[in-house]
């Protein structure tokens, strides 16, 4: 009997992976494209040139087909909920009567505005800017600033109150700003949508008011610091004491705003943005209060359409599905009830999704890959031949007080104080709202909650907490084509194993690293390490910002420099922890591809994707990821292993001369 490398058994007994043969598609590649020139396309292109887009989708990969799926157990997960008929107060009833509420479009439109009568009440009653500010503070009410109680920067064993540049109409800043002609015709299309939805609220001259709710988030938008600036988390991190925020931001109540939030006793904050902060305190001082009352208004039904009559629900898909996004069709109202279901009641829902769909063994499997995956950065660490002794004992510090979260919280949340009644989907998702807020504040003295997780279980995501220094991995996400325990080892951890190590890379990207083991905010670098990590910094930021995502729409390498670097460290990270993985064995040939070729086409896969333009457009302008293909072809050229896996010469187009390949962890 031939001997197989650790993890790889018998192909006698090994059982069938989802995907494949093995864990990959081969079916989905263009073998007529080089893998030199284009990974992406070499690896996915026949899928990529033939797929169609379904049309409630504006884009579709590897996470929206996991998205689909989590969507339709959770689906079943309700439907049984709904059928218990729980006595009040019980899970059964709260998931059935959250879902089966939203679904019932029949009494949504009968039922007309009066679910949002007396929040519009309270809007047109605001006589002064002080009645604003306090509409303002208000949960569920769109404002000027936002509110965040997450844990302090530089103490996260405490709670703080964080003041930041609050969300505008259209996704970002760019979109008021920039002179694009898409852009200049998508602001037309805005002004519309926001005298039609006016009209329909029979709001009074709907068109002038429209106009000037425009004017006024624009000028907001010209406060607004840009993403490249709010990634960075020192220059975000201002503590003032409520003398120095009335000082530096006048022009605006924030007695009445605070009151309204339930923070009127607080006394010390974070200012993320400081110099947008007190733009906007002075742009609201010049607002006349009948313009901040239309922006409110329309805000408010706005942000609260799909609880109303059909009319608001469809004049919202039109603008921000159809002309935003591209979208040519309304997602399914069930699909919509899940994602509501799953905002108001997460944990309570993930409980029933790990009991039926996350098997203890997955868990298990997970923790050994992050163990590998650990063990291999350490290595990597000790070989860093640009970073002294001192930092590097450093960092080994910080990759050994890491702590892993997989599949689902150890604690649950209890939603015993949230009340859900029938037949009230507004008031179901406001008191939703409203009693996750109660409970951020009334934990803000209390130490931090160590053991909380920012995703549910079935959501198809990852994310590394710097002030926890943790990585979190929902159940969702570790199926195929992400993890497989029936598929080849080089295709997990080519897949899930880079993931991993993405979010580890998290903890020293550029951002990240500026964080201690114990999560405190710290600079632990020499002057010297921390000039040689930011000169390969900036060559990434040159390299990603040369790619063109649509014609004349250029990658922001800076706004997705986090991004990128937990890339290319996840990558190397994984690849090293591969051939660990090996010891003294050779990885086997499968259908005639070597171990290292199965690893880098794995990682290709789970980045398959195609995105409507609109959408294109989106994810450049206001997220700090670069697009799919990017996230491919960015990253390949700067390791060794997969030149060599894939014979790709100096004359292929995404050749790297090898003094110019980065390599920081």
């Known amino acids: 009997m031939s001997e197989q490398p650790p993890g790889f058994p018998e192909s006698g007994s090994r059982q069938r992976a989802v995907i494949g043969a093995f864990g990959l598609d081969l079916s989905a590649g263009n073998p007529q494209v080089r893998p030199g020139d284009d990974f992406f396309a ?29 969507r339709e157990r959770v689906r079943e997960i309700i439907a049984a909920a709904a059928a218990a008929h729980g006595p009040p107060d019980s899970p059964e009833q709260k998931i059935g009567d959250y879902y089966t509420s939203f679904l019932d479009e029949a009494q949504i439109d009968a039922r007309g505005l009066a679910p949002i009568a007396a929040t519009l009440a309270r809007i047109a009653a605001a006589r002064s800017h002080a009645q604003i500010a306090a509409l303002f503070g208000l949960r ?3 404002s000027l600033f936002d509110l965040d109680l997450p844990p302090d920067l530089r103490n996260p064993d405490r709670y703080a109150v964080l003041i930041s540049q609050g969300s505008l109409g259209l996704p970002d800043r760019d979109y008021y700003l920039k002179g694009d002609p898409q852009l200049r015709e998508l602001r037309s299309r805005y002004t519309a949508y926001v005298i039609q939805m006016l009209t329909l609220t029979g709001f009074g001259d709907a068109d002038a008011h429209a106009h000037a709710i425009v004017r006024f988030e624009t000028r907001a938008a010209r406060q607004h610091w840009p993403i490249g600036s709010r990634r960075d988390v020192e220059a975000t991190y201002n503590p003032r004491d409520r003398r120095q925020l009335r000082a530096e931001a006048p022009g605006f109540d924030w007695s009445a705003f605070l009151q309204s939030a339930q923070l009127g006793a607080r006394q010390d904050f974070i200012i993320s943005e400081p110099s947008a902060i007190s733009g906007l305190c002075r742009l609201f001082a010049r607002t006349p209060v009948s313009t901040l009352r239309a922006y409110l208004t329309f805000r408010s ?5 799909a609880y109303l009559p059909r009319r608001f629900d469809e004049a919202r898909f039109e603008f921000y599905g159809r002309a935003l996004r591209g979208q040519p069709r309304q997602r399914e109202r069930w699909k919509r009830g899940v994602d509501e279901v799953n905002a108001g009641l997460g944990e309570q829902v993930g409980q029933l999704y790990v009991a039926r769909h996350f098997p203890p063994a997955s868990r298990a499997r997970m923790q050994g890959l992050v163990a590998n995956l650990r063990a291999a950065l350490g290595e990597r660490i000790d070989g860093l031949e640009w970073m002294t002794r001192e930092t590097r004992d450093r960092a080994r510090r910080k990759l050994a007080s890491f702590t892993p979260k997989i599949g689902y919280p150890d604690v649950w949340k209890d939603y015993a104080g949230l009340r859900v009644r029938a037949g009230d989907p507004l008031g179901n998702a ?38 926890n220094n943790e990585i979190v991995f929902p159940a969702a996400i570790l199926q195929a084509p992400f993890f497989d325990p029936n598929a080849d080892e080089a295709v997990n951890y080519g897949a899930i194993g880079a993931v991993i190590g993405h979010e580890i890379g998290h903890g020293f990207d550029d951002q990240g690293r500026k964080f201690g083991p114990d999560g405190r905010l710290c600079d632990w670098w020499t002057e010297r390490d921390a000039e040689a990590f930011n000169r390969r910094a900036t060559q990434l930021v040159s390299q990603y910002s040369r790619y063109e995502a649509l014609p004349g729409l250029r990658v922001n390498g800076t706004n997705t420099l986090g991004e990128n670097i937990g890339d290319l460290g996840g990558l190397s990270m994984a690849y090293h922890a591969y051939r660990l993985s090996l010891a003294e064995h050779a990885a086997p040939v499968i259908d005639g591809l070597t171990g290292d070729q199965r690893f880098f086409l794995a990682w290709a896969q789970i980045w398959r994707a195609k995105y409507r333009d609109e959408q294109m457009r989106e994810l450049v302008l206001s997220d700090v990821h670069s697009p799919p293909m990017f996230r491919v072809n960015g990253p390949l050229p700067h390791m060794g292993a997969w030149y060599a896996a894939f014979e790709v010469q100096s004359q292929d187009r995404l050749f790297i001369r090898p003094e110019n390949r980065i390599s920081i962890w």
């Open 430 to 467: 406001q008191r939703a709202v409203a009693w996750k807020w109660e409970r951020r504040v009334a934990r803000l003295d209390q130490p931090v909650d160590r053991d909380e997780w920012h995703m549910t279980p079935q959501q198809v995501n990852a994310y590394y907490n710097p002030l």
């Open 301 to 305: 039904v706005s942000d609260h359409a």
């Open 140 to 142: 569920g009410h769109a």
């Open 42 to 70: 070499h690896a996915s292109g026949t899928w990529y040139n033939s797929f169609e887009i379904p049309a409630d989708r504006t884009s579709f990969g590897a996470f929206t087909q996991l998205d689909e799926l989590s």
